[in-house]
């Protein structure tokens, strides 16, 4: 077992909240990723403002993914001594402009300076109705997954050969399925975004519903395998798959089905993405 | 100014709610703050188990500061890869237990390896009054902290010249004075924990309220400059000075007076305590 799981289920004994991407508790959802230098980016991939931006957009996510609406950010930053004031205006424009974007009010936090540029975000939603989980998942659901995925890690490849991307790429500017998720979410059986990899993913919505994965056709490694996607993953009822397209339409969102939810279990078998 | 002031003022704009100890909103406590190695501690000093127990209290002291009641935490946890099972399983425990001892639901959170140990909480907190801000301070209002401090940072001195403290010492063991404040909530005018440092959290308070100190008599130092203290700051009227020190001898907590506030300023001369 993977050491980050290890130490997670160390806690799970507690309840069995932990595992969706935000608890729920009332009419809130609370969620924390953190968002760390040569773990989840280098800083010679992105700039101070793209970093800010992204810090809190992969925080978001787990709200969105949650069907929740984000409210309030805490942040906790690290910082590097070396940092110019400019290059913190920078870094802090990045975090008030995706908090502006998604409605977002930052209510306070921690700074302190560190040997390099790690960030912790917490995010409370509000929700008033069903929030999505990974729980659900019946025999015979279909599981599908929004907009393209595998970009996210050819991109991550060109980073690391030295390469440069594009500053709307998808790594750089992750787009979030918020309007999608608001219209689908109750037709939904269960969803997440896909964070660690379309793989992973399902590994993990296998596990949580003990249920396997007939996949419609085969998903080649470097797509099922590419981490940071922010796309949803998502499994309704063959009963709702007009709807669903309906819904999918109107708010532009493409999706292409991975397959039905079967007896069995499914294993990811990616290596961590993590760098 | 400071670099880390600097960065947390860019989120000033936005509301003045940043700056307490945690946000309120509606009647719940939001607080949040970093517990990273070499910043706040270092690995050889602290055993896993006291680094999680403390990464727990130095948050938790927050919400007390506030007068809330800490209700659930998520957590943020970067760990070295060299970490054993056993190790993480000492760290989850100084975690659980010290969630325990203040009747907190550890309730989510994320986990990434990383290069060293870095620790992140956010405590959710409830309040059905009123809450204890840095806010209120009036002319002749008399100040006072709570316990002894001085002794964190001689421990700290010695640990830092390779010498080893007390498992019960205040340096790894912060007593927070959650019963006194809520004893003495409403009595006070304001308060904070004093986590930076005596004459640097003195000053935060006389900044908040445009106010002086006239202080009682002259406090050294190495006493007024010794950080991560976790006792508390408090303000208070004259009026309710014989109210304040009944509840303190009944919660057996040592009160000393400071001063009392006056118009002008104060600013606090310490070096910032982080090394």
Redesign the interface.
């Known amino acids: 077992m993977n050491?980050?799981y290890?130490?997670?289920d160390?806690?799970r004994t507690?309840?069995t909240?932990?595992g969706?991407d935000?608890?729920r508790?009332g009419n809130?959802v609370?969620?924390?990723?953190?968002f760390?230098e040569?773990?989840?980016f280098k800083r010679r991939w992105l700039s101070p403002y793209q970093i800010g931006y992204k810090a809190m957009i992969v925080n978001i996510s787990d709200a969105v993914a949650m069907n929740a609406i984000p409210k309030?950010a805490?942040?906790?930053?690290?910082?590097p001594?070396s940092?110019s004031?400019h290059q913190?205006?920078e870094?802090?424009?990045g975090?008030?402009d995706a908090a502006c974007d998604y409605g977002i009010?930052?209510?306070?936090?921690?700074?302190?300076?560190?040997?390099k540029l790690?960030i912790?975000v917490?995010i409370?939603s509000e929700t008033d109705g069903r929030t999505l989980t990974r729980q659900g998942l019946k025999n015979g659901d279909i599981l599908a997954y929004t907009g393209r995925i595998g970009t996210s890690a050819r991109e991550l490849r060109y980073l690391m050969a030295g390469g440069k991307v594009h500053s709307k790429s998808r790594f750089v500017r992750p787009r979030l399925r918020q309007r999608f998720i608001q219209k689908t979410g109750r037709h939904l059986r269960c969803g997440m975004d896909i964070s660690d990899g379309l793989f992973s993913d399902l590994g993990k919505l296998s596990k949580a519903n003990a249920k396997g994965i007939a996949f419609t056709k085969k998903i080649p490694k470097p797509l099922g395998c590419s981490g940071e996607e922010y796309e949803m993953l998502i499994a309704f009822p063959p009963g709702k798959a007009r709807t669903i397209r309906r819904l999918a339409a109107l708010t532009r969102t493409p999706l292409r089905i991975v397959g039905r939810a079967k007896r069995g279990k499914f294993t990811n078998r990616c290596k961590a993405h993590?760098f």
């Not at 609370?30 to 953190?34: I, M, V």
């Not at 805490?74 to 910082?79: K, N």
């Not at 930052?106 to 040997?115: L, Q, R």
């Open positions: 050491a980050e290890y130490f997670i160390a806690f507690l309840r909240r932990i969706d935000g608890a508790i809130r609370y969620s924390k990723d953190l760390f040569n773990v989840h309030y805490l942040l906790g930053v690290a910082m001594k940092m004031l913190m205006d870094l802090a424009d975090i008030k009010e930052i209510i306070g936090g921690d700074t302190i300076g560190n040997v790690d912790s917490t409370v993590h």
